[in-house]
């Protein structure tokens, strides 16, 4: 993993959306700066907020969310389908914001794949 700073040019585009943005939406200096750092350098943006994608979207932004990496991590064989069914299954229960009906039809594909 790495950090990455946002440049003084980053930072001004920054605080201009904040402005911008003001009463149109709530999102967080934070959130508006890894948009900027998003668009800036053609990154996907990962966000499970719901605020933070529509906005991004509007921006052009790729963005993904939480089984988009999961999807990633099975597909390209890093965790095992039963592993993922397990991890998906304690995130569920542990976490009311997520997208439960989405991660629920996950977690029955998997099973269909891990029985193959």
Request: include cysteine; charged fraction near 25%.
């Amino acid at each position: 993993m790495s950090v990455y700073s946002l440049s003084g040019e980053q930072v001004g585009t920054v605080f201009q959306k904040v402005s911008e943005y003001n009463g149109v939406c709530n999102l967080s200096v934070e959130d508006i700066s890894v948009m900027v750092y998003a668009i800036d350098n053609n990154c996907r943006l990962l966000t499970g907020d719901k605020k933070l994608k529509d906005k991004a979207t509007l921006e052009n932004v790729k963005v993904s969310g939480i089984l988009f990496l999961t999807d990633m991590l099975t597909q390209e064989g890093d965790i095992d389908c039963g592993e993922m069914i397990n991890a998906l299954e304690r995130l569920l229960s542990s976490n009311n914001r997520l997208p439960r009906k989405l991660i629920k039809e996950r977690i029955e594909t998997l099973k269909r794949l891990n029985t193959l």
